[in-house]
Structures are given as structure tokens and as C-alpha cells.
């Protein structure tokens, strides 16, 4: 899988003095239906087999082994608004 860290993403995780990304799912259920939603975390898993590790640019990404990305590409991002900080993952099929 291709990780790719725009420059604001990790502009943003080294100012927070971080260098380890946790890319996980959350489930979410909705008048029945269940759903998946993506979420970054800044900080390692806690049972390391259940992710696969790539180290991108000098940061070392944790990916949930059931994530599945399209193009086999995930991008991770970061905006600002207002005063939340937001860490995003875009590419994955939910």
C-alpha cells in the first residue's frame, strides 16, 4: 500500500512532537445499519499485530489490517478551523 503525508500533515505532527500515525476504524450504527469511519490517531496501537507498519518521510504509519484503500493509496491530511485540528485519512473504502 502507498502512504502519501502531505506537507501540512506532517508540518502539523512535528509541532505536536510526534512522529507515529495510527490509521484505524470506527464503527458507527445508524437506524440499523451499521458503517465504518476512518480515524487518525497520534499514537501506536496497542496490539501491533493487528496492524501493518510502513515508515513514510521519517513517520511510522500503523494501518488496521482490515483497511482496504482505493488505488491501494491512502493520503493523510491535516486542516485547521478555527481551533480544532482535524487529521484526516482520504482513500478509504468504507
Do not use: H, Q
Amino acid at each position: 500500500m502507498k502512504i502519501i503525508l502531505e506537507d501540512s500533515f506532517k508540518s502539523a505532527l512535528k509541532s505536536e512532537g510526534k512522529n507515529t500515525v495510527t490509521i484505524d476504524l470506527s464503527g458507527c450504527s445508524e437506524w440499523g445499519a451499521g458503517e465504518v469511519t476512518p480515524i487518525v490517531k497520534l499514537e501506536e496501537p496497542s496490539n501491533k499485530d493487528d496492524y501493518d507498519l510502513y515508515e513514510v518521510d521519517g513517520f511510522k504509519v500503523y494501518v488496521f489490517v482490515a483497511v482496504r484503500a482505493m488505488d491501494d493509496t491512502l493520503t493523510l491530511k491535516f486542516k485547521k478551523i478555527l481551533f480544532k485540528k482535524l487529521y484526516l485519512v482520504e482513500g478509504v473504502i468504507k
